[in-house]
T-cell receptor
């Protein structure tokens, strides 16, 4: 029972590089989201999706792109990495739009130098 | 501007003691208030949750107290154990989840 799987677990990027953080869930959840976790700031919503083909911006979307071509996958793309994007990124999914329970992946620790 | 303010940022408690974490919110449209527990290297996991029409909810050693008029809610961990050492996040929902800043709890044996 995999749940929500994120890859990679760790990544170091140089400023200006681009990359994609992968997220996959096997629970057939329609709702998925990306958060970033920074010390003292909790988890802040970057982008979210309410189903395949439908995405929307969260609280801190600048510098990130998402797409949702399948129910299972919700990749997060960093277009041109900046040191301010150094953070731990979490993908989450939920079986309903009420987000009564969010299931989180184990996170991707990203460092931009 | 954080919509959900959480305090303290960290706390240390002796085994068997009570851990208390407080959260305050401004948006009265929030309709659901969960707490998440996160162990190092792991993603957060739902611990306990409450709706605003209830003043208290208890699950085992974990209790949420909710004060709607004060727009505050808190998590009490009774008989704290070393295995409770983790970071705890409060959250509030209005269509989406908004998280507090987190509290790192250390339970000393």
């Amino acid at each position: 029972n995999a749940g929500v799987t994120q890859t990679p677990k760790f990544q170091v990027l140089k400023t200006g590089q681009s990359m994609t953080l992968q997220c996959a869930q096997d629970m057939n959840h329609e709702y998925m989201s990306w958060y970033r976790q920074d010390p003292g700031m909790g988890l802040r919503l970057i982008h979210y999706s309410v189903g395949a083909g439908i995405t929307d911006q969260g609280e801190v979307p600048n510098g990130y792109n998402v797409s949702r071509s399948t129910t299972e996958d919700f990749p997060l793309r960093l277009l041109s990495a900046a040191p301010s994007q150094t953070s731990v990124y979490f993908c989450a999914s939920s079986y309903s739009g009420e987000w009564a329970e969010a299931f989180f992946g184990q996170g991707t620790r990203l460092t931009v130098v | 501007q954080q919509q959900v303010k959480q305090s303290p940022q960290s706390l240390i408690v002796q085994k068997g003691g009570i851990s208390i974490i407080n959260c305050a919110y401004e948006n009265t449209a929030f309709d659901y208030f969960p707490w998440y527990q996160q162990f190092p290297g792991k993603g957060p996991a739902l611990l306990i949750a409450i709706r605003p029409d209830v003043s208290e909810k208890k699950e085992g050693r974990f209790t949420i107290s909710f004060n709607k008029s004060a727009k505050q809610f808190s998590l009490h961990i009774m008989d704290s154990q070393p295995g409770d050492s983790a970071t705890y996040f409060c959250a509030a929902r209005r269509y989406k989840l908004t998280f507090g800043g987190g509290t790192r709890v250390l339970v000393k044996p």
